[in-house]
């Protein structure tokens, strides 16, 4: 038997309870809005935009919650699945209670047990794991707030690896290319200035499907004052169908369209010289690179027109500085991924934009001071130079290295802790790693508000009550204006689930390291740091958002000498950290594979509805969108003997089938690819609503490509190709 089966929760372990219903029993109930209604500040986690809302109340049951109107996250509009927040706290499928996996009568299973019991089990097989191995072996994967209570426990115990899916899977190479060439990333939210925008360009960015709600309305009100969009994707998006310009791009040859473009702005003179002059390095190298590299050289690889090639840069040097290259933000594509955002970097900084209005702000945040509590410990060794050694660059933990380490029994990492993250969906292949890695570990602890995937591995599953029932750090992200939002308990948390906060502070104290958590609960430190900067818990109870005065300018100030985190202190066009390491220090064209015959790009992308896995059980958002399609070009679909609804399954080149998917013949996707929104196929049985609905891409993924210089997995350069579901044993 292995050491670990992968256990599915029950029904038994999670029957429906005694959870409030949506509609609350509404025979009996008075009209909405007729009874006592309260309301209590939170901050949206359906997302990580991070919306700061009220959750309103009527006699006690759950109501609505609301966008608040001095927000800059949300401008006092929620978007669809922030207002469907309160389907979270409700999922009659949420975990209950702690799981222990145990052995019994010749299997394994889980068994409920108290929240001491299950303590108890984490903190002997900790200590076992540092007297055996040492205690750096610790390893953590976390996707939201509480993780880094997690996090601040397993330093003091001597662990300081994690990492967050969001920047392997996500947004690393803009971080790690924007921060070569500038000296700072691009930070979330964006520092985007699209408000002010003449002209913007988003790269395979399908914001409005992709709905991080103030970068959506900007964008709506750019277009409201006569912004020019230019829209790349091999899909006509909904982004597409409000541009000037779609420029239907050939998959993976984004490059060949950047250089094109700078290679049109040098030679016609249409780059910003006076800026350019003032504050970058490395224009004579880009300028003889990008030779080279003119439209009708592009127009073999991308399928654009030269003219539309040179129309498009024309468009954004007439708005310079007000001409936004949009960073993108789920960037793992092709493994050239650092080389197509510094591509991106280097364009904007030819338009002037970064530092500029239209283009690039200054973001400040609140100074907080944090809770005085002692310094952990130093860990006994430099995992990063075990783990990512050959990414010097990356400062944070690259989560599929992380995952490789964890396999065979000379392993690094003896133990994880997996906060939040599904990572069965979320790794390119993450089933094949996860259940490797699961053999290897000695511990491994899930804290999750769901039954997903991941919990199936777990020796140890917690409960956590959804971000309805509890306190977390307060908001405090690099915003215009300096801005705290507060998220506050409305309910008591339901069942026997518990916060982060409390679960981290309580296997603390059983390690014997109560000390790195001196407070007796969360509000205690919420309402000190508060208080340092002029506020206080009772006050942000009844504001829940507060602006702060900024310090600094919000553009790049042209009457000071600036200098930027750059080694030269300039915006490196071309980038010394990158010839340091033996990387091509201007970007590089590569073409990507192409598919078999017969075989299809694989693209997939987001819907307004739903947020990766994590929202398709909530109940009113399958109610909107109960499943994925596949939409597939008519003529591809007429080869394919394939029509619209039919059910087919994705098959790769080798061999791997998805669930079952309906098809969308649509001429919104160029005939070479197929597309599907990310998220569904879930497995476990106990999101009973999600299991088998719909298909994973993640799961199809066979041609992952690492990006040698951050080490994240590039995810579109896989193929599939279309099985109806009828023919498939
Ligand atoms: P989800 O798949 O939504 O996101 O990947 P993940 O971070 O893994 O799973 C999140 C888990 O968090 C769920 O199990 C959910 O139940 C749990 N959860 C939700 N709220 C809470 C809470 O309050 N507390 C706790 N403890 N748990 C909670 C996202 C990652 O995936 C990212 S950032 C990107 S950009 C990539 N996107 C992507 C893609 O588009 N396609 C493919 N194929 N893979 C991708 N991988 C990456
Ligand atoms: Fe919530 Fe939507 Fe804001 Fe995301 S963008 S935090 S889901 S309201």
Avoid at 199 to 226: M, P
Avoid at 294 to 312: D, F, K, M, V
Wanted: charged fraction near 20%; glycine fraction near 10%; proline fraction near 7%.
């Amino acid at each position: 038997m292995n050491r670990r089966e992968f256990l599915k929760i029950s029904a038994a372990l999670g029957a429906a309870g005694a959870m409030p219903t949506l509609l609350g029993g509404c025979a009996a109930r008075p009209l909405p809005g007729s009874g006592v209604v309260t309301g209590s500040p939170t901050v949206c986690n359906l997302c990580f935009w991070q919306c700061a809302g009220t959750l309103y109340q009527e006699d006690g049951r759950p109501w609505k919650v609301v966008g608040h109107p001095d927000d800059p996250h949300c401008e006092g509009r929620l978007c669809t699945r922030g207002s469907a927040g309160i389907g979270a706290y409700v999922d009659p499928d949420r975990l209950r209670q702690p799981l222990l996996r145990v052995d019994e009568g010749g299997g394994q299973r889980f068994r409920p047990v108290s929240w001491d019991e299950a303590f108890d089990f984490i903190a002997r097989r900790m200590k076992a794991i540092g007297e055996q191995h040492g205690s750096d072996r610790m390893a953590l994967f976390s996707h939201g707030d509480g993780g880094e209570h997690l996090r601040r426990m397993l330093q003091a115990f001597g662990s300081d690896a994690y990492a967050h899916p969001s920047f392997a899977q996500c947004r690393g190479p803009r971080e790690t290319a924007f921060g070569l060439t500038f000296g700072e990333g691009v930070g979330s939210p964006d520092r985007t200035d699209m408000a002010h925008s003449r002209c913007i360009v988003l790269i395979g960015s399908h914001i409005g499907e992709n709905l991080h709600n103030s970068q959506v309305q900007t964008l709506a009100k750019a277009l409201d004052s006569g912004a020019t969009l230019i829209t790349v994707d091999p899909r006509f998006s909904v982004a597409a169908s409000k541009s000037a310009h779609w420029l239907a791009i050939k998959p993976g040859t984004d490059m060949a369209l950047l250089l094109a473009w700078m290679n049109v702005l040098i030679n016609e003179d249409l780059y910003d010289r006076e800026y350019v002059a003032r504050h970058c390095t490395g224009f004579g190298q880009l300028a003889r690179h990008v030779q080279a590299f003119n439209p009708e050289w592009a127009y073999l690889e991308t399928g654009l027109e030269p003219s539309s090639i040179r129309e498009t840069a024309r468009a954004m040097a007439r708005a310079a500085p007000a001409t936004l290259v949009h960073p993108g933000r789920h960037v793992t594509w092709y493994g050239d991924d650092t080389q197509r955002c510094r591509a991106i970097a280097i364009l904007n900084a030819l338009l002037g934009s970064w530092g500029r209005p239209g283009g690039f702000y200054n973001q400040e945040k609140v100074d907080l001071p944090e809770y005085p509590a002692p310094k952990p410990p130093k860990p006994a060794s430099d995992w990063k130079a075990v783990v990512q050694a050959e990414y010097p660059l990356v400062s944070t933990g690259i989560s599929n290295k992380l995952v490789e380490h964890s396999v065979g029994k000379d392993a690094f990492f003896k133990g994880w802790f997996v906060y939040a993250t599904n990572l069965p969906m979320t790794l390119p292949g993450g089933v094949e790693q996860i259940e490797a890695a699961a053999q290897s570990l000695e511990l491994m602890v899930v804290v999750d508000t769901m039954p997903a995937e991941i919990t199936g591995y777990a020796d140890v599953v917690l409960p956590e009550c959804t971000y309805l029932e509890r306190y977390d750090d307060l908001r405090n992200k690099p915003e215009r204006t300096p801005t705290l939002a507060l998220r506050m308990p409305a309910f008591e948390p339901a069942h026997e689930t518990r916060p982060a906060w409390w679960i981290a502070k309580g296997i603390a104290e059983r390690l014997g390291l109560g000390e790195y958590f001196p407070w007796q609960d969360y509000q205690e430190v919420l309402d000190w740091q508060l208080k340092q900067v002029g506020s206080s818990l009772a006050e942000m109870q009844t504001l829940g958002v507060k602006r702060f005065p900024r310090k600094g300018a919000v553009y790049l100030d042209a009457d000071n000498p600036l200098r930027f985190k750059t080694p030269s202190g300039k915006i490196e066009l071309y980038s010394s950290l990158l010839a340091d390491i033996g990387q091509d220090p201007l970007p590089r064209y590569t073409p990507p594979d192409r598919p078999p015959e017969g075989y299809y790009h694989l693209n997939y992308g987001r819907a307004p509805a739903h947020t990766f896995g994590r929202t398709i059980n909530n109940p009113q958002l399958f109610e909107l969108m109960p499943e994925n399609a596949v939409w597939v070009h008519p003529a591809a679909a007429a080869g394919l003997g394939v029509g619209n609804g039919d059910y087919v399954r994705l098959q790769n080149p080798e061999g791997t089938r998805s669930n079952r998917v309906r098809v969308r013949v649509t001429q919104r996707i160029r005939p070479d690819s197929v597309f599907m929104v990310h998220g569904f196929g879930h497995t476990d049985q106990r999101q009973r609503l999600a299991r088998g609905v719909g298909a994973d891409d993640a799961g199809l993924m066979h041609n992952v490509k690492l990006d040698p210089v951050m080490g994240g997995t590039g995810m579109r350069a896989s193929f599939v190709t279309l099985v109806k579901a009828g023919e498939v044993s």
